[in-house]
């Protein structure tokens, strides 16, 4: 059995510098798809997550610099379809829905296990968006929406979801209309994805509260 012996005893100082969340980093890496400009996050952590979600913002056409300070310009999207070579090894990819749904009005993001929705489903996701007008087809292990204009709705989540809220907080900022999400997930990461998405000039209100109101804006 391996084991770590620690000696006491001794006064500890110095200075470790913290990564940021990888949970915070990744939803707020997928909210960048909301506007175009250049958009700056720092204190990124260096993980394979953090890797996967690079790959399919580039993947969709976004411009990406930096390593733990990273820039993100998705002023010239050129693809709404997030294969599943790129999601099936991380759940949070799934995250770009919302965001490309409300920009663009299409998106075809793969189920991140492909055809078979998981112990985990997504259906929490599905129906919030249909709920604010979009058309949502499955097909062959993949979610096609489809809405020209999203609309603000009241949402009541069957269960407090970190990734359903993050995603239907996203679309939301560009919806016609006041959405509220009712038994929203209360998670730091949602807080730090509501100041982020503030920062950009969304109007949002409750996060870290288990009701959340986004008023759409034009980003």
């Known amino acids: 059995m391996e084991y770590i012996t620690v000696n006491g005893g001794k006064t500890l100082q110095g200075t470790v510098a913290a990564n940021g969340a990888k949970n915070s980093a990744l939803a707020i890496m997928a909210a960048t798809l909301l506007c175009s400009g250049e958009h700056r996050i720092s204190g990124v952590p260096d993980l394979r997550d953090i890797t996967t979600m690079k790959r399919l913002l580039e993947h969709l056409g976004v411009g990406i610099t930096g ?20 999601v099936k090894t991380m759940r949070a990819s799934f995250l770009v829905l919302g965001p490309l749904l409300a920009r663009f009005g299409n998106a075809r993001v793969s189920l991140p296990g492909g055809c078979a929705i998981g112990l985990r489903p997504v259906d929490v996701h599905i129906k919030a968006l249909e709920a604010m007008g979009a ?8 979610v096609h929406a489809v809405c020209e204009h999203m609309q603000g709705a009241r949402i009541l989540l069957d269960m407090p979801t ?12 560009l919806a016609d209309g006041v959405t509220v999400i009712e038994n929203a997930a209360r998670e730091p990461e949602i807080s730090d994805l509501a100041k982020a998405l503030r920062s950009s000039g969304a109007r949002i209100s409750g996060d870290g509260t288990g009701t959340i109101t986004i008023e759409g804006v034009q980003l």
């Open 67 to 86: 390593e733990r300070e990273l820039s993100l310009d998705a002023t010239h999207i050129n693809i709404v379809d997030a294969p599943y070579e790129l």
């Open 135 to 142: 058309d949502i087809t499955i097909e062959n292990g993949y």
């Open 162 to 173: 970190v990734g359903g809220t993050e995603n239907i907080m996203m679309a939301a900022c």
